[in-house]
C-alpha cells in the first residue's frame, strides 16, 4: 500500500497544530508590569546572542559548503544540501527559542491561577518546539530526497542529500555547545557569588548575572537543544534510507521511504499524547507528563504494527520488522524510565547525593560523580538487547541485508516518540524561567511554590530527553556506521565490510576515537570555567562599586554581564568544534577508510559512556539540590544546601554543556566519514 500521501499529510496537520498552540501561549495573560519587564530582558538577551551566534555559524558553514562542494563526488548536490541541512536545523533551533521566551512569562503568570494552567502553558509552548522541529527534519529529507530524483532514481537519491544531515550535525555541534558555554558560565557565575557568597536567593533581582543565568536556559535548552534534536531526526532517517537501497529488490522505493512514514505517523501520535497532559493542583505534574507520554507510545506502536505492514511485508517479513520497531519503542521507553530513576529526587540515587550534602562539598562531589558512573550500566545493557534483538529479528525475515535494516526500523521505534520527547526537554527551560520571573517580580510564596515544583519536574524532563538523545545516538551510529561500510565497499570492491583492529593504523584510528571524545569534554568544561571566571569578577565589582544593590536601592547593570556572557561562550564554542571537525578527517584521509571505521565506532562506546556519566551525573545534583531546597536536611540556607550548591555547580557544564554536545559529535563524525568516505579509499 502506498502510504508516501502520510509524509505532506502530516507536515501539514502538525503545522496547522503548531498554530493553534502558537496562538494558545501568545493570546494568553502576560503577567503585571514586573513580569513583563524582567521577560523583556531575557527574550532581549536571548535573541542578541542567537543572532550573534548564527552569524558566526553561518561564514563556518559556507566555508564548509564551499570546500565539499569541491572535494566531494557528489558535488554541489553535497553543498545545496548541507546548506539546507544547516539553515532548516538554525531555524529549529530559533523557533524553539522564540515560544519559549514568552511562553515564560504566560507561564509565571499562569501559575498564579493554579498548577494545572502553569503546567499547561509550559509543555504546550514547549510541544511548539518538538513539533516544529520533528516536522521541519521530515519535510526538509523529503523535499530533497523527490528534488534529487526520488521520483526516477530512488536508489540514487538518498546518497546525494547526506550532506543535509551533516549540515544539521554541524550547526547543532556549535548550537549546542556554544548555548552550553553561555547558560553554564552564567549559572555558575549567578550561584557562586549570589547563593554562596552573598547569601541571597536563586533568582534574586540583586545579582547582577541572575538575567544572563536565564537567558541561557533559552540559548542553550531551547535553541541548541533544537536544533540537537533535528539533526538527530534528519541523520537517522537518511541513513535509514540508505540502508533501505539494499533491500530495493524486497521491497522496492517503499524500503527507502519508510522511515519517512514511520515519522509522519510518529508525529501523529506525538501530537494526540500532548493534549492529554493535565494535572490537579495536589498531583505530581510528572505522572500527567508520563501519562501524555504513555499515550504517545501506544499510538506509535499501533502506527509502526501498520506501517510495517503496508510497506515492508514480502512473504511475512513485516511481523519480524514490526517486532524490531517494537524494540526501539520500548528501548527509548525504557532509557527515559533509566533516567528518571537516576535525576529524578523520589529516587534513591537523588537521595544518596542529598544525604552527602549534611558531611560538606567533597562527600556531595565524590556521591554524585560515583551516581553518574553507577548510571551507565542499565543503558548499555538496554542499547546492547535492543542492537542485538533488532539485529536477529532482521535476519529472520529471510531477507538479505535485514539484520542492519532491522536495527535501523528499531531506531526509527526509538525516534517514533521524538516529538513528545522534544517537548518534554523545552518545557524545563521554560518552567525554569518562569520560577525566575515569579521570583524577580516579588510574587506570592504560592506562586513561587507552583514553579518550584514544575522546575524540579522539568530538571528531571531534561535530563530524560539528554538519555533518550544518547540512546538514538547509539542506535543511529550503528546504522550509520553500517552504511559508511556500504559506501567504502562501493567505491572500494576489495573492500570486505571487516574492520581488522589486528591492523596498527586501525588501532591508532580506534585509539584516536576514544581520545577525541576527551579532549573535546576537557575543552567545554574549560570553557565553562574561563567564561565563569569573567562572571564571577563582573558580579563582586558590581556588588563591590554599585551602591545599594543589596539593600534594594540601585539596580544591577544586567545588560554588561549579558554582553560578556556573550563574547566569552561564542569565543569559546570554536576550538572543540573545529577539532571534531578536523581529527577525523585527518584520520580518514592519512590512515585510510579502515582506521576510519575504527574511530567512529570506537567513539561512538567512548562518547555514550561519557555522554551518559556527564548528563546523569549533573542531573543527579542538580535535583539534590532541589530536593532539600524544598525542606529535607534543614532545607534553603542549611549546610547541607550550602553543599548541594557546590555539587550542583560542578554539574552544571557537566549536564548542560559536555554531555548534550558529546551525542551531538558522535551523529556528525558519522555524518562527515559517509560524505567523505570517497577521500578515505
Not at 553518574?372 to 542499547?383: A, F, K, N, R
Request: with cysteine.
Amino acid at each position: 500500500m502506498d502510504l508516501t500521501f502520510m509524509i505532506p499529510l502530516s507536515g501539514g496537520l502538525t503545522a496547522g497544530v503548531i498554530v493553534y498552540l502558537t496562538l494558545y501561549v501568545f493570546k494568553a495573560d502576560a503577567g503585571d508590569e514586573k513580569m513583563q519587564e524582567i521577560a523583556a530582558a531575557i527574550r532581549q538577551g536571548a535573541m542578541a546572542f542567537l543572532r550573534r551566534q548564527y552569524s558566526t555559524i553561518a561564514m563556518l558553514s559556507i566555508v564548509v559548503a564551499v570546500i565539499l562542494g569541491l572535494i566531494t563526488k557528489e558535488g554541489w548536490h553535497t553543498s545545496l544540501s548541507f546548506i539546507l541541512g544547516a539553515a532548516c536545523s538554525a531555524l529549529s533551533g530559533f523557533i524553539g527559542m522564540y515560544v519559549s521566551v514568552n511562553a515564560n512569562l504566560r507561564t509565571a503568570s499562569a501559575a498564579r491561577n493554579s498548577l494545572n494552567a502553569a503546567l499547561q502553558m509550559s509543555f504546550r509552548g514547549g510541544a511548539v518546539t518538538g513539533l516544529a522541529v520533528t516536522a521541519l527534519s521530515l519535510l526538509g529529507v523529503a523535499g530533497l530526497f523527490y528534488g534529487f530524483g526520488g521520483f526516477t532514481h530512488p536508489k540514487e537519491a538518498p546518497l546525494l542529500i547526506v550532506g543535509f544531515g551533516f549540515g544539521a550535525s554541524f550547526v547543532a555541534l556549535f548550537a549546542q555547545l556554544g548555548g552550553g558555554i553561555y547558560t553554564k558560565a552564567a549559572d555558575v557565575g549567578a550561584d557562586l557569588v549570589g547563593k554562596v557568597e552573598a547569601g541571597i536567593p536563586e533568582d534574586d533581582a540583586r545579582n547582577p548575572a541572575v538575567v544572563a543565568d536565564l537567558v541561557g536556559d533559552n540559548v542553550g535548552d531551547c535553541a541548541g537543544r533544537g536544533a540537537d534534536l533535528f539533526e538527530s531526526t534528519a541523520a537517522e532517517n537518511i541513513g535509514a534510507m540508505i540502508l533501505g537501497i539494499a533491500l530495493y529488490p524486497a521491497f522496492g522505493v517503499n524500503g527507502i521511504l519508510f522511515p519517512l512514514v514511520a515519522r509522519a505517523f510518529g508525529l501523529l501520535a506525538s501530537v494526540a499524547g500532548i493534549f492529554f497532559v493535565k494535572t490537579r493542583e495536589e498531583k505530581d505534574p510528572m505522572g500527567a507528563l508520563n501519562f501524555g507520554y504513555a499515550i504517545t507510545t501506544i499510538l506509535a506502536i499501533i502506527s509502526m504494527y501498520f506501517v510495517t505492514d503496508q510497506m515492508i511485508n514480502v512473504n511475512g517479513s513485516g511481523l519480524y520488522f514490526f517486532g524490531c520497531a517494537l524494540v526501539g519503542v520500548v528501548t527509548s521507553y525504557l532509557f527515559v524510565l533509566v533516567t528518571q530513576y537516576y535525576t529524578d529526587w523520589s529516587y534513591r540515587p537523588v537521595k544518596e547525593i542529598a544525604h552527602s550534602c549534611k558531611t560538606g562539598p567533597a562527600t556531595t562531589i565524590i556521591t554524585g560523580f560515583a551516581v553518574g558512573l553507577e548510571s551507565t550500566v542499565l543503558p548499555v545493557i538496554i542499547i546492547s538487547a535492543a542492537v542485538l534483538v533488532s539485529h536477529y529479528l532482521g535476519v529472520l525475515s529471510g531477507l538479505e541485508g535485514g539484520g542492519v535494516y532491522g536495527t535501523a526500523v528499531a531506531t526509527m521505534g526509538m525516534l517514533s516518540t521524538c516529538a513528545f520527547i522534544l517537548a518534554m526537554d523545552t518545557f524545563g527551560p521554560i518552567t525554569d524561567n518562569a520560577g525566575g520571573i515569579a521570583e524577580m517580580s516579588s510574587q506570592p510564596e504560592h506562586v513561587r511554590n507552583r514553579t518550584d515544583l514544575l522546575d524540579g519536574c522539568g530538571n528531571t524532563t531534561k535530563a530524560i530527553t539528554k538519555g533518550y538523545a544518547i540512546g538514538s545516538a547509539a542506535l543511529a551510529t550503528f546504522l550509520l556506521f553500517s552504511a559508511y561500510l556500504d559506501e567504502v565497499q562501493i567505491l572500494d570492491k576489495a573492500f570486505n565490510r571487516v574492520v581488522d583492529i589486528g591492523k596498527p593504523e586501525v588501532f591508532i584510528g580506534g585509539f584516536l576515537g576514544a581520545m577525541l571524545v576527551y579532549l573535546f569534554t576537557s575543552t567545554a568544561i574549560k570553557a565553562v570555567g574561563k567564561t565563569a571566571e569573567v562572571v564571577i569578577e563582573e558580579v563582586r565589582r558590581q556588588f563591590r562599586e554599585i551602591k545599594g544593590i543589596m539593600e534594594g536601592t540601585a539596580k544591577p547593570d544586567y545588560a554588561t554581564c549579558v554582553d560578556l556572557v556573550t563574547k566569552g561562550a561564542l569565543k569559546a564554542m570554536v576550538l572543540p568544534g573545529v577539532l571534531v571537525v578536523a581529527v577525523p578527517i585527518i584520520v580518514g584521509v592519512i590512515l585510510k577508510a579502515e582506521a576510519a571505521a575504527a574511530f567512529l565506532m570506537v567513539a561512538t562506546m567512548t562518547g555514550v559512556l561519557m555522554a551518559l556519566l556527564l548528563n546523569n551525573g549533573g542531573g543527579a545534583w542538580d535535583n539534590a539540590k532541589k530536593y532539600i531546597e524544598l525542606g529535607s536536611f534543614g532545607g534553603k540556607g542549611s549546610e547541607a544546601h550550602k553543599a548541594s550548591v557546590v555539587g550542583d555547580t560542578v554539574g552544571d557544564p557537566f549536564k548542560d554543556t559536555a554531555g548534550p554536545s558529546i551525542h551531538v559529535l558522535i551523529k556528525l563524525l558519522s555524518t562527515i566519514t559517509l560524505v567523505l568516505a570517497s577521500l578515505f579509499v
